[in-house]
T-cell receptor
């Protein structure tokens, strides 16, 4: 299957700082990338969908000014958590999709905000 | 709103047992149903199902979809401790974004 990487794999930051997470499709062109959040013992919740070169579409309840998504190329999308707070601590997972194939997930990024 | 319900929520079995995991769904415009296995990291893909009645198999795992009754099952035969994980079911719609809606998962623990 196709490979998606994320960086960093985990991050600890102070409250009020911003954190950027990168998502890369390594061996395919991801026309669409998805960002999910997963709290402990809960399922994945879609945060936003982004298509290369256009603005992301956010799910209801997700603040677009807090979770900035950039999808500047067919192989890279970034999620920036701005002014992070402890309640933003979670497992953030991206996925990429090319053409009509299924989504391929990255390994996830664990964020802990102190 | 699309909805996916999985049962049971958790399951403990002995190695060698056979398990059946259930997934029922409601989706406005169905494209596919997917099964994933999640250990400590992000989900890994198991199966994609689009047609009713056609069983997909991969080793000891198999899955089938019933689009009339809106459910799917995932079977694991001769379970091993390495099968311990959370199994997630998701449905994909036919919208331009083809979003996935996930169920809460079934946590499977296989003991010796």
């Amino acid at each position: 299957g196709a490979v998606v990487s994320q960086h960093p794999s985990w991050v600890i930051c102070k409250s009020g700082t911003s954190v950027k997470i990168e998502c890369r499709s390594l061996d395919f062109q991801a026309t669409t990338m998805f960002w999910y959040r997963q709290f402990p013992k809960q399922s994945l919740m879609l945060m936003a969908t982004s298509n290369e070169g256009s603005k992301a579409t956010y799910e209801q309840g997700v603040e677009k000014d807090k979770f900035l998504i950039n999808h500047a190329s067919l192989t890279l999308s970034t999620l920036t958590v701005t002014s992070a707070h402890p309640e933003d601590s979670s497992f953030y997972i991206c996925s990429g999709r090319g053409g009509w194939e299924t989504q391929y997930f990255g390994p996830g990024t664990r964020l802990l905000v102190l | 709103e699309d909805k996916v319900v999985q049962s049971p929520l958790s399951l403990v079995v002995h190695e060698g047992d056979t398990v059946t995991l259930n997934c029922s769904y409601e989706v406005t415009n169905f494209r596919s149903l997917l099964w994933y296995k999640q250990e400590k990291k992000a989900p890994t893909f198991l199966f994609m199902l689009t047609s009713s009645g056609i069983e997909k198999k991969s080793g000891r795992l198999s899955s089938i979809l019933d689009k009339k009754e809106l459910f799917s099952i995932l079977n694991i035969t001769a379970t091993q401790t390495g099968d311990s994980a959370v199994y997630l079911c998701a449905v994909e719609n036919t919208g331009t974004a083809s979003k996935l809606t996930f169920g809460t998962g079934t946590r499977l623990q296989v003991t010796l």
